[in-house]
């Protein structure tokens, strides 16, 4: 697929975007993935203005579609891969010459199929946050038995606010100049392992909406979070990278997500941004202030039952994403308008009723549109996507699953 910046935004005009989406998987039997081109375009090429001119490398478990990581990697821009687990790295890496790890791995089977082969160590880089992990290698396979392994210090982008307290997630221990230097020399100083790249994830920035709707308050508390968090970050990345070059030549330095590409872009010390959300345009991205992506993947269920004139029974729809249990992460519901979840029931594995002004005009074998909340997990529970162009289904691709793959 080709992903060529478009002139127009169909998903403006809801009633016709999902007119459209309807009638060109008309013959495809529910559930059905569908990706729409022209708004993963749009998606991509937005993504890249807002990146102003800093590389963007593709986050594939936002994805999980090989196809769609590919075309966008063509794009002048985009380039390379954060994978999410090791054996998916693996695999990526039979057609994409450079995928970083975005998480330590102690799988046995992986290391061993990466450190035995010297295109694939060329290939895949492997993220490090403790001498635990690289004991964890060595014990799988020693240095001298092994090609050398490229490792990725992943720096701890937490911010710790004298008001509110932690902020961030739970990552890397490696949080001061001292401690990054540290680990530096550690890595350089020991056989079979070559340092080439920083990466520190600010998901207190990327990941969290500053636009919830209804809470002005907590917008207001995100906004100032955010600017503060990110002050201190780049001052502490900045010093973090000064000091490790010094000590190893790095190829590259990673920060940020679809959800900071403006600010991260603006940290001179970062050479690349990890995004791949955006690309999708899931709900949970409806929330930002500064950029609004277009629904570009959505699935459809069917109506299977009316238990009563006011309601009407989805098969399915229970694909509740990761994280904090709330109702922010159930699909969202985008056509028709005017249909809602049953509280008592919501978004269930089996059924999902229905009620609402629409709930009323729908029948038996009628079909109802949603988003998911967080972009990759979607392709968890589909074997393909249709590819509609707008009213046509131009092709179909696999998903991870689709190509037989299931890697967390």
């Given at each position: 697929?080709?992903?060529?910046?478009?002139?127009?935004?169909?998903?403006?005009?809801?009633?016709?975007?999902?007119?459209?989406?309807?009638?060109?998987?008309?013959?495809?039997?529910?559930?059905?993935?569908?990706?729409?081109?022209?708004?993963?375009?749009?998606?991509?090429?937005?993504?890249?203005?807002?990146?102003?001119?800093?590389?963007?490398?593709?986050?594939?478990?936002?994805?999980?579609?090989?196809?769609?990581?590919?075309?966008?990697?063509?794009?002048?821009?985009?380039?390379?891969?954060?994978?999410?687990?090791?054996?998916?790295?693996?695999?990526?890496?039979?057609?994409?010459?450079?995928?970083?790890?975005?998480?330590?791995?102690?799988?046995?089977?992986?290391?061993?199929?990466?450190?035995?082969?010297?295109?694939?160590?060329?290939?895949?880089?492997?993220?490090?946050?403790?001498?635990?992990?690289?004991?964890?290698?060595?014990?799988?396979?020693?240095?001298?038995?092994?090609?050398?392994?490229?490792?990725?210090?992943?720096?701890?982008?937490?911010?710790?606010?004298?008001?509110?307290?932690?902020?961030?997630?739970?990552?890397?221990?490696?949080?001061?100049?001292?401690?990054?230097?540290?680990?530096?020399?550690?890595?350089?100083?020991?056989?079979?392992?070559?340092?080439?790249?920083?990466?520190?994830?600010?998901?207190?920035?990327?990941?969290?909406?500053?636009?919830?709707?209804?809470?002005?308050?907590?917008?207001?508390?995100?906004?100032?979070?955010?600017?503060?968090?990110?002050?201190?970050?780049?001052?502490?990345?900045?010093?973090?990278?000064?000091?490790?070059?010094?000590?190893?030549?790095?190829?590259?330095?990673?920060?940020?997500?679809?959800?900071?590409?403006?600010?991260?872009?603006?940290?001179?010390?970062?050479?690349?941004?990890?995004?791949?959300?955006?690309?999708?345009?899931?709900?949970?991205?409806?929330?930002?202030?500064?950029?609004?992506?277009?629904?570009?993947?959505?699935?459809?269920?069917?109506?299977?039952?009316?238990?009563?004139?006011?309601?009407?029974?989805?098969?399915?729809?229970?694909?509740?994403?990761?994280?904090?249990?709330?109702?922010?992460?159930?699909?969202?519901?985008?056509?028709?308008?005017?249909?809602?979840?049953?509280?008592?029931?919501?978004?269930?594995?089996?059924?999902?009723?229905?009620?609402g002004p629409a709930a009323r005009g729908l029948g038996v074998g009628d079909r109802v549109w949603l988003r998911h909340t967080k972009a990759g997990e979607l392709s968890e529970h589909l074997n393909e996507f249709a590819l509609v162009d707008g009213s046509t289904v131009v092709d179909t691709v696999p998903t991870y699953r689709g190509e037989g793959n299931a890697f967390l």
């Amino acid at each position: 697929m080709k992903l060529v910046r478009p002139t127009d935004q169909p998903w403006l005009t809801p009633a016709a975007y999902w007119g459209a989406m309807t009638e060109a998987t008309a013959s495809l039997d529910t559930p059905i993935g569908a990706l729409n081109l022209t708004a993963l375009a749009h998606n991509a090429h937005t993504m890249l203005d807002r990146a102003a001119g800093t590389t963007i490398r593709v986050a594939s478990k936002s994805l999980r579609v090989r196809s769609v990581v590919e075309s966008v990697l063509a794009l002048p821009g985009f380039a390379g891969v954060l994978a999410y687990t090791l054996p998916e790295a693996l695999w990526l890496a039979e057609t994409v010459d450079d995928v970083v790890v975005g998480y330590p791995s102690v799988d046995a089977a992986g290391i061993r199929a990466l450190a035995r082969s010297a295109a694939l160590s060329r290939r895949v880089t492997l993220m490090v946050d403790s001498v635990d992990q690289l004991d964890a290698i060595d014990a799988i396979l020693p240095p001298g038995t092994r090609e050398s392994v490229r490792v990725c210090l992943e720096l701890d982008a937490s911010w710790q606010s004298k008001l509110i307290g932690f902020t961030g997630v739970y990552r890397s221990p490696v949080h001061s100049v001292d401690q990054a230097v540290a680990l530096a020399r550690h890595i350089v100083d020991r056989r079979g392992f070559d340092l080439v790249g920083i990466m520190a994830y600010e998901a207190q920035i990327a990941g969290v909406t500053n636009r919830p709707p209804g809470r002005p308050v907590r917008a207001r508390l995100v906004d100032w979070m955010q600017r503060s968090s990110f002050a201190e970050l780049s001052e502490r990345r900045s010093a973090v990278v000064s000091a490790v070059r010094e000590i190893a030549p790095l190829e590259f330095v990673n920060g940020g997500g679809t959800g900071s590409l403006e600010r991260t872009a603006s940290d001179s010390s970062v050479t690349e941004i990890a995004a791949g959300s955006g690309l999708f345009g899931p709900h949970l991205f409806d929330g930002y202030s500064h950029f609004s992506p277009a629904p570009a993947a959505a699935f459809a269920l069917s109506v299977v039952r009316k238990p009563r004139p006011e309601l009407a029974t989805l098969l399915g729809g229970g694909w509740i994403a990761s994280g904090p249990p709330a109702p922010d992460r159930m699909p969202q519901l985008v056509w028709p308008q005017g249909v809602s979840f049953v509280p008592r029931e919501g978004a269930g594995e089996v059924q999902s009723p229905l009620r609402g002004p629409a709930a009323r005009g729908l029948g038996v074998g009628d079909r109802v549109w949603l988003r998911h909340t967080k972009a990759g997990e979607l392709s968890e529970h589909l074997n393909e996507f249709a590819l509609v162009d707008g009213s046509t289904v131009v092709d179909t691709v696999p998903t991870y699953r689709g190509e037989g793959n299931a890697f967390l």
